[in-house]
């Protein structure tokens, strides 16, 4: 009986001691440790460039490689055949003149010349083409216009319109002489920049009797030929001097910046395409780069400025496939006899060029046999190379990440906190040193913190032998943060990588595709919790 009264005593003061205990750890408070990670990221050159240019060679070394015109001279500058306007009015100088219905009363056959100096063209096959008429008609009747290019024809057949113009009325409308080919040597064959036309003008054949014209009736014609492109021209081109200064824009590195680079290697060819079926002499008097935002320019050195280069006519082969046999002249451009590096490493936003060009220097030694095809031009074209084995100053690099502490604690609350630090590790794997900054953006994109007071500096990549293997430089950095700051840093959705690097003493590396920098920002904190 006493060991169960003991028994139960002592059971009974157990409980008591465990309700005691449990109002205990209901009331404490204790410190948490917590590591987090904030963000993380990789940084390499094409995903940052984002440039077509930047191409990866078989040993995995980078190339600028850009190909673009310089400029072209086609068959709208060489010729330029002008908008020209014929205005005709016929009046009726006396009255009780009667004509019957479908009897001509007006035929009018008119000679257009071209004002074109000293181009005198014999035939075109037109591309493109716009007649504007206008027609006023005065007399109280129906009247019946025939119009005709005697100089026009399509498979043989010349070109004729009809139209209807009703009584005391204006009559507006617009042809095309697309794929007709004009003869500009007149009736006689003996001309050149010539189109014959003819008008016909009679009251409406339908009409039920004849008509007595009043003195004054007048009947008017307007005629625009307008935007003639020829698709072929033929004849003499002059011999003609023309001036061309003008501008070509190009966006080499259009999302990269640096204060200064030097580029020790590159090949550029530059090859000068004749399509154009006249003797030319191009002098090229200045070819030049220019950078907008710094408003500098730099004009290229090189054994072909101001040179006189003479080119024979391309050859016409029509109607084969080939249509145009071009002429091409090829030069080249490198390290040892040019400046052209200079032209590059300015970052132009254009090439600049002034040209000389000469038609037909020697005159019409064609005997009249000049040609031009569409889309067969005078042109320039640029082929650029440049391996990056480069120095460099200043290079700016930047990236956004995804930022988001609660997707990676998930949910916990970062306070209060009694102390913790941030831990950023880098690993360098480019050849270039420099400093780097990291900026955190809210959900609106605006800055609400940087990470280091001042861009923290991290060592370069070293090189392994004469590769692309690269021993990449790893930097810890710690910082200690407080409440205030790990708030904004709960506000943050991403972040932004800000390096500005360079190469060591000026040196040059070879920038290889398999080159990155990669990071991971941690928080190591310690939080009190009730």
Request: charged content about 25%.
């Amino acid at each position: 009986m006493k060991t169960k009264t003991l028994l139960f005593l002592l059971s009974l003061i157990a409980s008591f001691s465990i309700v005691s205990c449990r109002k205990d750890l209901k009331l404490a408070s204790w410190d948490v440790d917590v590591i987090a990670p904030l963000a993380q990221g990789k940084i390499d050159l094409s995903s940052l460039i984002k440039s077509k240019h930047l191409v990866a060679d078989n040993a995995g070394l980078y190339h600028l490689q850009y190909s673009d015109t310089l400029f072209r001279i086609g068959l709208d500058t060489l010729i330029g055949i002008p908008d020209t306007t014929i205005t005709n009015e016929f009046v009726i100088p006396i009255g009780n003149i009667t004509f019957p219905p479908g009897v001509v009363f007006y035929r009018d056959t008119n000679r257009i010349r071209y004002k074109l100096k000293e181009i005198g063209l014999t035939f075109a096959e037109i591309r493109e083409s716009l007649i504007s008429v206008e027609l006023q008609n005065t007399i109280d009747e129906r009247i019946l216009f025939r119009y005709s290019i005697l100089s026009a024809t399509l498979d043989g057949d010349t070109f004729k319109v009809e139209e209807m113009i009703d009584a005391n009325s204006t009559f507006e409308t617009q042809y095309d002489l697309d794929g007709y080919d004009i003869n500009f040597t007149g009736l006689n064959g003996d001309k050149t920049n010539t189109i014959i036309t003819n008008v016909e003008i009679m009251i409406d054949p339908a009409a039920s009797a004849p008509h007595t014209f009043s003195a004054g009736d007048k009947f008017g014609i307007d005629l625009t030929f307008k935007k003639i492109i020829p698709e072929y021209t033929r004849g003499y081109f002059g011999q003609q001097q023309t001036l061309f200064s003008d501008s070509t824009a190009i966006d080499l590195l259009p999302n990269i910046d640096f204060d200064m680079i030097d580029l020790t290697e590159f090949s550029v060819k530059m090859k000068i395409d004749n399509g154009v079926g006249a003797d030319l002499q191009l002098s090229l008097d200045r070819i030049g780069s220019f950078n907008i935002t710094k408003n500098q320019s730099v004009d290229l050195s090189h054994s072909v400025i101001g040179s006189k280069l003479q080119f024979s006519r391309a050859i016409d082969l029509h109607p084969t496939v080939e249509d145009v046999k071009h002429i091409l002249k090829e030069f080249e451009f490198n390290e040892t006899n040019s400046n052209l590096d200079e032209l590059l490493e300015l970052k132009p936003d254009a090439f600049i060029f002034d040209l000389d060009l000469e038609i037909n220097p020697l005159g019409n030694v064609s005997l009249g046999n000049d040609f031009v095809r569409y889309g067969h031009d005078l042109s320039a074209t640029l082929e650029v190379d440049v391996p990056l084995k480069v120095g460099v100053k200043g290079l700016v690099l930047s990236d956004t990440f995804e930022f988001n502490i609660s997707d990676s604690t998930d949910q916990i609350e970062f306070k209060p906190l009694n102390d913790g630090r941030l831990i950023l590790y880098l690993e360098n794997g480019f050849p270039i040193e420099g400093t780097i900054q990291f900026i955190l953006l809210d959900e609106e994109s605006t800055a609400l913190d940087s990470l280091f007071e001042t861009p923290a500096v991290i060592a370069s990549g070293v090189p392994i032998g004469i590769g692309s293997e690269i021993d990449a430089s790893e930097s810890v950095i710690e910082l200690l943060i407080d409440q205030e700051r790990m708030d904004r840093f709960n506000e943050a959705k991403q972040i932004v990588f800000k390096g500005n690097l360079s190469t060591h003493n000026k040196e040059v590396i070879n920038i290889y595709n398999n080159g990155t920098m990669e990071f991971r920002l941690i928080a190591d904190v310690n939080l009190n919790t009730r």
